[in-house]
């Protein structure tokens, strides 16, 4: 399955967190998906990349926008994760700044 847009991810095979529960827990849900969802993307590093080290975090826009695929730079055929681009923006304006 290529991840195209967030329509495509409809017809994953979804599964609830081990750690969602029926007492207002039910939150998180995940997918597996085949390696061949995000290659070929135009992967990009993180502006908090560095050459001391810090060369990690990738990310990718995916085709309409409303997606962000994100993976380890230095496995870059290993797994990624894929969140609505608003998350993953309010994800990473949380994040406390480096002084």
Not at 33 to 62: I, M, P, T, Y
Not at 68 to 96: C, H, I, N, Q, Y
Request: negative net charge.
């Amino acid at each position: 399955m290529k991840i195209t847009n967030a329509e495509t991810l409809s017809g994953a095979a979804w599964f609830k967190s081990s750690y969602s529960n029926s007492q207002g827990g039910d939150c998180v849900e995940g997918a597996r998906l085949c390696a061949d969802a995000v290659r070929g993307l135009d992967w990009f590093k993180s502006s908090h990349s560095n050459d001391q080290g810090g060369d990690c975090v990738e990310g990718a826009h995916l085709a309409d926008g409303t997606l962000m695929a994100v993976r380890d730079s230095k496995v870059p055929d290993g797994p990624a994760f894929v969140v609505r681009a608003e998350v993953w923006t309010a994800f990473v304006a949380g994040l406390p700044r480096a002084v």
